[in-house]
């Protein structure tokens, strides 16, 4: 049963309470984020930081009004659109020769690039460092600790919980400060809970591994480890998409979005990053009650594989060295222009740039058929993560879902945040439950998690059997 249903239960008793007082039986498919909004006293902050593969970014709001969730703005207006617009920058880290950290994202790769041949070998630069540690947990997840080394791309080896937790820092104190600019009162770590985003397949091992680096970073310690919470990818994408009817900006589309929450339906959740599309099927029971029926990652269909493709092509309009010179001098105009291909948004009159599109795109299509075959009926797909952007994608799986299979394709709005944006939920839902659902405490983690599944599913029936009755 999905992590969820820790604060699901709470909810559960007190609606049965409420509706025995009233005189109304039953329980219905209401949502607990409705049930829970005005009735629980909220307090502090939360902020979710999300590490993925190309693009990384946070997102924090406040127990006053825990829908209005703000994530990282961007400063270039030249580079990245409208200033404060919100975003999400490169996952690239750059650290001094001797270990400490210099800067994170553009600013890494701009850095990087200007330093002359010899310097760049005595530095530590990590692009998508996610990539390359993202497979450890399956094939070491007996062996690993923080002391386990990761290459830069130079080959100079560094310990890869030293790495995560340079980038907890950075965004840590980049939360912080961005929110002190625009508020009267100031805001400390100590206000702050934090929640980690992590991939619904990475092993517990690998879970543990982000909470110690959190400690690494003073994010918490053993000492307070409530002040750190490991949130799963799929499950905070599907709490944001049921949230959005909540927003105080909710529209027609985000109820609809919402509405897919409902009783006895089942949706397949696609995370469309840059290296990898995270697949997970979900079931929704009512009652905030859903159980995850089948998960997967695929490290071969992201749209970093059409952005090579869109490279190849340059190179043979321009002449590789043009591009490799342009790249060279212009590091981060190079990121932006291939960022917002990456999303679709750059559409060139040229016959050749849609093909680029077509293996991908038909790759990914093939994959998600295969998931859908293997359950009776699945109601709807849903697409998140930075490459759900590009318009060329959601164009083709409607096409492929909607026209030919009559499956709903629904693309919530700022789809590439919505990881961020439902953990920040997460964040606020346990503290409201009063349940540390990813406590990893490596003692207990197995232990209490295995309980919380057994007591949430022996819930879920027996609420089910209530309403039949």
Not at 378 to 393: H, N, P, Y
Request: charged residues 25%.
């Amino acid at each position: 049963m999905s992590s969820l249903t820790a604060a699901s239960l709470t909810a559960a008793a007190e609606r049965r309470q409420r509706s025995r007082a009233r005189g109304v039986s039953g329980e219905g498919s209401e949502s607990i984020l409705e049930r829970h909004r005005s009735s629980i006293e909220r307090k502090g902050y939360v902020v979710a930081i999300d590490i993925g593969t190309a693009f990384s970014g946070y997102a924090m709001s406040s127990s006053r009004d825990i829908f209005a969730i703000y994530a990282l703005r961007a400063e270039d207006p030249f580079r990245w659109g409208v200033c404060g617009v919100e975003t999400k920058i490169p996952t690239v880290l750059l650290l001094r020769p001797d270990g400490t950290f210099h800067s994170f994202g553009q600013d890494a790769l701009t850095h990087y690039k200007d330093l002359e041949e010899d310097e760049q070998k005595k530095w530590y630069f990590f692009e998508r460092f996610r990539k390359k540690w993202y497979w450890y947990p399956f094939f070491e997840r007996f062996k690993m600790n923080l002391s386990k080394l990761i290459a830069a791309d130079n080959g100079r080896l560094f310990p890869v919980g030293t790495v995560f937790a340079h980038v907890f820092r950075y965004f840590r104190d980049k939360a912080i400060e961005e929110y002190n600019l625009f508020s009267t009162t100031d805001l400390t770590q100590d206000d702050v809970k934090w929640v980690i985003a992590v991939p619904a397949m990475w092993s517990d091992v690998a879970r543990q591994m982000m909470r110690e680096a959190a400690y690494e970073a003073g994010l918490a310690s053993e000492a307070e480890p409530d002040n750190v919470q490991i949130a799963l990818e799929p499950e905070s994408a599907s709490l944001y998409c049921e949230s959005l009817q909540y927003h105080e900006n909710a529209n027609d589309a985000d109820r609809f979005v919402s509405s897919v929450f409902q009783a006895r339906k089942r949706y397949l959740l696609a995370d469309l990053g840059g290296e990898t599309t995270d697949v997970a099927v979900y079931e929704v029971f009512g009652c905030g009650l859903m159980k995850e029926l089948y998960c997967s990652v695929d490290g071969a269909r992201g749209g970093t594989y059409v952005n090579k493709n869109y490279v190849k092509l340059l190179e043979q309009i321009f002449g590789k060295d043009v591009i490799d010179e342009y790249r060279a001098t212009y590091p981060g105009d190079w990121v932006y222009a291939i960022s917002k291909y990456f999303r679709g948004a750059l559409i060139l009159n040229h016959p050749e740039v849609a093909k680029l599109f077509d293996p991908v795109l038909t790759n990914i299509s093939d994959h998600l058929k295969r998931v859908f075959a293997m359950f009776d009926s699945i109601d709807c797909l849903i697409l998140v993560g930075g490459f759900a952007e590009c318009r060329l994608l959601q164009l083709f799986l409607r096409r492929e879902f909607e026209e030919a299979g009559g499956v709903q394709v629904i693309v919530p709005r700022q789809c590439s945040l919505a990881v961020a944006k439902g953990a920040v939920l997460l964040g606020h839902w346990q503290t409201l439950a009063g349940v540390s659902t990813f406590a990893l405490s490596k003692s207990s983690f197995k232990k209490d998690f295995t309980d919380l599944s057994r007591r949430s599913e022996e819930t879920a029936l027996a609420l089910a059997q209530k309403k039949k009755n």
